[in-house]
């Protein structure tokens, strides 16, 4: 069977264990964010975000899919939806919140 030069090189790069750790975490991470669930949830369309974002459906779209979204891109994101996010760690049974608090309407 042949493989095109995608997949040899894909196969390549998964043989090194660092990457293919690297990649499982990010898959891990990037399963657990599912911003079309979330804005269903609300009772949005990708057209409603898109004018409270004064952008297009389709960047809507493909905020959804993007594996790797910005924090302040995610913040916009909820927020058009009349939403807040929380981000919070917990070391040892301690939570701590990794957002700022806002001023005059930016993140620091």
Do not use: K
């Not at 779209?61 to 924090?71: A, G, L, P, T």
């Amino acid at each position: 069977m042949r493989t095109n030069r995608l997949a040899r090189t894909r196969a390549h790069l998964m043989a090194d264990a660092a990457f293919a750790a690297d990649v499982a975490r990010e898959n891990a991470v990037m399963a657990e964010l599912d911003l079309a669930r979330a804005r269903r949830a609300t009772g949005m369309t990708q057209e409603n975000v898109a004018a409270s974002m004064r952008t297009t459906q389709e960047n809507i779209s493909r905020i959804e899919r993007q594996r790797d979204v910005r924090v302040s891109t995610l913040i916009e994101f909820v927020r058009a939806q009349g939403g807040e996010v929380e981000i919070t760690a917990v070391f040892d049974g301690t939570r701590i919140s990794l957002l700022r608090p806002v001023d005059a309407g930016r993140v620091r």
